[in-house]
């Protein structure tokens, strides 16, 4: 059976216009089975998904169906119970979408659906995780520390943001964003050891990030060879720059060319920890909740079921 959790104000209100208008009329023309519940607040999701996926044994074929943002995603990661008989799909109606962006869906909310009505077999995706001195949570896409963090963080309260997202613009906010975010960084030093033992020493470490995939922040493609069935996280890390050099390199990151510049270092393992001098905030698929200090990264031990 089809469960399907709407996030009605994702992309300010599109989510719930595309459930009434596309969606669920197609669902009763196919003659679907299917049951639908909308979030209300934060916390919602990810308390649905963990009611369904509990239950998930007494169901021949549970797909829990997500509309809504990699924000929306990431809840429903949070809340996943049972790994083995539980399979995840998607439906972006989110702002920055770098989950979709990655599996290269499509764009049109019609042919996503069919895209999951008609899917055979679902595949195996990683997850990661993150443990800090506060908590732990889980990441679909990515979670970082540093200017992307604060990023995320200024971003859930911008107005702008409210504005841009109704003409559909609201990745611009991220840009804007993170270029005061980048003038006014407080200076940070971090120590990293990675799972092979490697240990860099990041001076005034602008941001790190572990990715799954190869975008966040609405595009900007971080981790250009970021591999979501390998079993290991893509590591950016970025220090040392002026800020001209910043501002020159972060364009580049649209179209992954950044890495040529110096400073800015990408690994690729199954675990790392981190140190920094001074607690910073954290992200988990652009979901910020607290400033954390020390954090180790990690793939997620089980494999997530997911329709493509």
Known sequence: MYHFIVNPVSQSGK???????KIEPELKKQNIEHSVEFSKERGDVTNIVTRISSQSKN?????????????????????????????LAYIPTGSSNDFARDLKFPRDVKKNLQRILKA??????????????????????SSGIGFDGAVCQKS?????KKRLNKIGLGKLTYLGIALNQIINAP??????????????????LLFMAAMVHKYEGGGFKFCPKADAYDGELDFICASNKTIPGILVALPTAFFGFHTIFKGIEIYRFKAAEVKTSIPLWLHTDGEVGYKAQYLDFSTFEKKLKFIL
């Open 156 to 160: 859930v309260h911008s107005i702008l």
């Open 59 to 87: 169901e021949k074929n549970c797909i829990i169906v997500i509309l809504g943002g990699d924000g929306t995603v990431n809840d429903a990661v949070q809340g996943m119970k049972d790994f083995d008989n539980t399979t």
């Open 187 to 204: 200076k940070v030093d971090a120590q990293v050891k990675f799972s092979d033992g490697t240990e860099p020493q990041l001076k005034n």
């Open 15 to 21: 989510g719930l216009r595309l459930w009434q208008n």
């Open 120 to 141: 055979k077999e679902p595949v195996l995706m990683d997850i990661g995780q993150v443990e800090t001195e506060r908590g732990t949570r889980r990441f679909a896409v």
